[in-house]
């Protein structure tokens, strides 16, 4: 990820600190250590589980504040203490978060005092991952994490190596210095802050009559879960959004349309733009909609539709003739010889990136969690493995950071 000045960025900033049940739990008093050197206020919240491993004291001695352990407690719950801590923040900071309490936190639960913060704040969300390598690569804890992505919280990777339980691989929490700077980055603004970005998601509806229309499986799922990872980085991210199920990821201004010349005012409106992804499945045609619904006809038969062609929304961003995005990205969606109609596409709407997926129908993409796409730009086709939708969206949100790294 890029690098940032963020001298400064954590004196006076107040972290809520939520300790859960792990082995990495004794890194977390060189963590407070680390934060208050750069001016941070720590208040630390310790979990039964986490008590097990540090003691209430340690942490009190070194973050200089009470540390709150009980949601049932008298002098603190008499004021509603749950939700001043919850409020009083500027960031809550799960370190370490097992898969037990990623788990609860993904199902909403408020059984104890660390869940119900959790539930009661309106403030941003980081957790820093530490379990085994077979819990942190179980579809469970894989369903968790895509869950806690898409309420926006901001995830601290672990890192691979020896673990305390003897195994080898992915898992271990990452050190205190990189939680810091992953702290210092997000109140820095994050790699792309003073960005700007358009991205489109969803089907489109063409209306054939006021009961009818025209449209494809796109569930929006992908276009969502970019749009959240490029927030997540700092970027003022506007999504033009079909019609889905999904709701508005955090932070993002959201404008809903329905057909593809909705979209494509939508888009206009939104610029100027540095970024322009189109992860939208626009319909290529409309029709002339019928002002009534249209009924049967006598001796039956079907109706008559004349079609024409939905503006390229793509095509128009790519070839703006005075407020084109520094880098414009677009999707192909195909079920056969996908890289070579990808490139075509690319070439043919004189985008910069062309992600390119399989939608056949065996592949689960269309309306799934998961994605397995190759990205082409100008130099070799790099594909991805399958994932989730939502690390994608991370993996492509880092690369157009990188991107804005590497240009002026």
């Not at 992915?170 to 802050?193: N, Q, S, T, W």
């Not at 249209?294 to 079907?302: D, Q, T, Y």
């Not at 062609?309 to 969606?333: K, M, T, W, Y």
């Amino acid at each position: 990820m890029l690098a940032a000045d963020v001298t400064g960025t954590l004196s006076a900033r107040r972290v809520l600190l939520i300790v859960g049940g792990g082995i990495a739990a004794v890194k977390i008093p060189d963590l407070i250590r680390r934060l208050r050197e750069r001016g941070a206020a720590v208040r630390p919240v310790l979990t039964r589980s986490g008590a097990e491993f540090v003691t209430p004291l340690a942490l009190s001695a070194l973050a200089e504040e009470k540390v709150y352990t009980e949601l049932f407690d008298l002098t603190d719950e008499a004021e509603m203490g749950h939700i001043q801590l919850s409020r009083q923040a500027d960031i809550v900071l799960v370190a370490p978060a097992t898969a037990n309490l990623m788990a609860r936190m993904a199902a909403g639960l408020a059984d104890d005092l660390a869940t119900t913060l959790l539930l009661a704040t309106d403030k941003p969300v980081m957790i820093a991952p530490a379990m085994n390598v077979r819990m942190w690569q179980h579809p469970a804890t894989r369903r968790n994490l895509a869950q806690l992505r898409d309420d926006g919280a901001i995830v601290v990777d672990p890192t691979e190596g020896a673990m305390a339980c003897g195994e080898f691989g992915p898992g271990r929490m990452a050190e205190p210095l990189d939680i810091v700077a992953a702290l210092e980055r997000h109140f820095a603004g994050g790699p792309l802050a003073g960005l700007k970005a358009v991205v489109t998601s969803g089907p489109t509806h063409e209306p054939i009559d006021p009961v009818r229309y025209i449209a494809n499986r796109s569930s929006g799922k992908q276009g969502h879960a970019i749009a959240g990872a490029l927030r997540r980085l700092g970027a003022s991210v506007t999504l033009v959004s079909g019609p889905t199920g999904l709701p508005d990821p955090p932070g993002v201004e959201t404008v809903r349309v329905e057909t593809a010349v909705e979209m494509r005012d939508a888009c206009e409106a939104a610029l100027p733009a540095d970024i322009a992804i189109c992860a939208a499945a626009v319909a290529d045609w409309r029709v002339e909609a019928a002002g009534q619904k249209l009924k049967k006809r006598e001796g039956g038969g079907a109706p008559e539709l004349s079609f024409a062609e939905n503006p390229d929304i793509l095509a128009g961003l790519a070839g703006h003739a005075s407020q084109r995005p520094r880098l414009v990205v677009g999707f192909a969606a195909e079920t056969q010889n996908v890289i070579e109609y990808a490139e075509t596409k690319r070439q043919k709407k004189g985008c910069d990136w062309i992600v390119a997926n399989d939608v056949s129908p065996d592949t689960g993409t269309f309306g799934g969690d998961r994605n397995s796409i190759t990205l082409i730009g100008a130099g070799e086709p790099e594909s991805w493995p399958p994932m989730a939708k939502t690390a994608v969206a991370e993996r492509l949100a880092d690369r157009i950071a990188r991107f804005f790294g590497s240009t002026p």
